[in-house]
């Protein structure tokens, strides 16, 4: 009953399939285990961005592959700086066509910890499971070629999901336009950065040196989940990101906690109590101007917000969770700024714990940013808040000097950051694109003012002129970022179907 009535309430747009997609899926069924097999090879090569020359050997497999797609133009694209990931670009030129997508995905990952990642799941062997190991699904054996693939089967590691998926749907969207001779309708670029998992660091360098050869009418940037009810969206923007390392210092030697435990202060204790006084119980910040700079909702974005399905019950649920953070709805909270707590470290837990008085403790903070923040203003409100809570503020290890002089001393290391990017809900190439996706699904659609994660769109604005919009496909299960990530199968599947309607944009 319920749903009946969240369905009437969604102003959504429906399309019939195109006959080009309903081919493309004939296509795809009976390529399906071509596909997944060159994907496992693909998955197989580790995409950390530090490791450079595994990131190599990644980038050389997507030329390749793309080229024996047919793609044209195939070739690395460098930024001044020695020695760092290249992105791959490649385009194919439609006669006759007036205008140019350019697709984005990356194709590095997150670093891994395979120790964390389940019992026999592997992040650079990609295993088949039939279902999500979190819910006690069991890793099985690919079938052989006169078996199918069932679509709620999952792939599991590194890249699975975020981002090789982006990168290897779009390519085999055109393989198989390419494939069943159906010409695009637009000029096609293609562009897969190889350090978005690392903070983009040159990605401004890469966009300056090929502005002309990166120019298009839009970016289409396929990363992210799907939304959590499992419906489809287009995004629209994006939040910023930056992050903070905090050390608070105790004794300069570990101390028996009976001897000094009273007299000398825990690092570990003064951090917490630190932390703690950066957020109230009701997960408001309390660092002063913490939300001022935000720019509230456009009456467009509010209202394409009300329409997005409810999910908290479901994610309560799912999570383990009681009581959410705020009171506010999960996609409001998402269009505010955040402080979130990565990691804490100390001395050791568990088996580790000894009775000391650790030497320091460190905290790993995350702050998101919405439009109207900027990343450096945004640390320098948690740095003065720190500084206002009695904490000598250092850059560097603390000299005796220091020491001899503060009762408090925190050291902050700053990493770079981006800022939000938000493209107008009514950009006319965008809500052609909205038109497209929803064709390709023949259902309905969400039309996301913002994602909770954060791509560097923010750069696309300023050194392309270019307003994106981001089609995810990954299932909102898939562990990305984290151990035991994951692929459903009918999303790649769905993947390839939505980049082929784009690929066929109407006027
Ligand atoms: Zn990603």
Not at 314 to 340: A, F, M, V
Not at 360 to 380: F, H, M, T, Y
Not at 389 to 394: D, I, K, L, Y
Not at 403 to 412: E, G, S, Y
Request: hydrophobic share 35%; charged share 20%; net charge neutral.
């Amino acid at each position: 009953m319920q749903k009946i009535f969240l369905f009437l309430l969604l102003p959504v747009i429906g399309f019939s399939q195109s006959a080009s997609v309903l081919k493309v899926r004939a296509y795809r069924q009976s390529n399906e285990h071509e596909l997944i097999s060159d994907y496992r090879q693909f998955l197989g090569i580790p995409n950390v961005a530090s490791d450079i020359d595994n990131i190599q050997r990644n980038a050389t497999w997507i030329m390749n592959h793309m080229r024996a797609k047919g793609i044209t133009q195939v070739q690395l694209l460098n930024g001044i700086t020695p020695n760092k990931p290249p992105a791959v670009y490649g385009e194919v030129v439609v006669p006759g066509a007036k205008e140019t997508i350019v697709f984005y995905a990356h194709y590095d990952g997150q670093p891994v910890d395979s120790s964390k990642w389940q019992t026999g799941l592997h992040p650079f062997r990609p295993q088949l499971v039939n279902g999500s190991v979190d819910m006690g699904a069991q890793i099985i054996e690919w079938p052989s070629k006169n078996q199918s693939y069932n679509p709620e089967w999952r792939i599991y590691g590194r890249g699975t999901s975020d981002d090789k998926a982006g990168v290897y749907t779009i390519i085999n969207a055109y393989a198989a336009l390419r494939a069943l001779n159906i010409q695009p309708t637009v000029n096609i670029k293609f562009f897969f950065e190889g350090e978005e998992e690392a903070g983009s660091t040159h990605l401004h360098e890469i966009f300056e040196q090929h502005k002309k050869l990166l120019e298009g009418d839009v970016w289409v940037i396929c990363d992210g989940p799907v939304h959590q009810s499992g419906t489809k969206q287009v995004v629209f923007g994006v939040r910023g990101d930056t992050h903070l390392e905090l050390t608070v210092f105790g004794p300069k030697r570990p101390l028996h906690s009976g001897h000094y435990g009273n007299w000398v202060p825990n690092p570990a204790m003064e951090l917490s109590r630190l932390l703690a006084s950066m957020k109230n119980d009701k997960g408001e910040v309390t660092i002063k101007g913490f939300y001022d700079d935000v720019i509230p909702l456009s009456e467009a974005e509010k209202k394409a917000l009300s329409s997005v399905p409810s999910v908290e019950e479901q994610l309560k649920k799912e999570l383990g969770i009681r009581k959410p953070e705020r009171t506010e709805s999960l996609n409001e909270t998402l269009n505010l700024p955040s402080l979130n707590i990565n990691g804490i470290q100390s001395a050791g837990v568990g088996k580790q714990s000894a009775n000391v008085i650790p030497t320091k403790a460190i905290a790993s903070i995350d702050l998101r940013l919405v439009a109207g923040n900027d990343w450096e203003r945004q640390q320098q409100k948690v740095i003065d808040h720190i500084n206002s809570m009695g904490f000598f503020v250092t850059y560097s290890e603390p000299t005796d000097q220091e020491r001899a002089t503060h009762d408090r001393i925190c050291m902050v290391k700053k990493s770079d950051g981006y800022n939000a990017q938000k493209t107008p809900m009514d950009n006319v190439m965008a809500q052609r694109i909205v038109k497209a996706v929803a064709s390709a699904l023949s259902s309905r659609l969400i039309e996301m003012p913002t994602l909770g994660g954060s791509l560097p769109l923010f750069i696309f604005e300023q050194k392309l002129k270019t307003q994106p919009v981001t089609i995810p496909i990954a299932n909102h299960d898939n562990n990305q970022h984290a151990e035991n990530e994951n692929i459903r199968i009918q999303n790649l599947w769905d993947g390839l179907e939505i980049f082929v309607s784009v690929m066929l944009l109407h006027k």
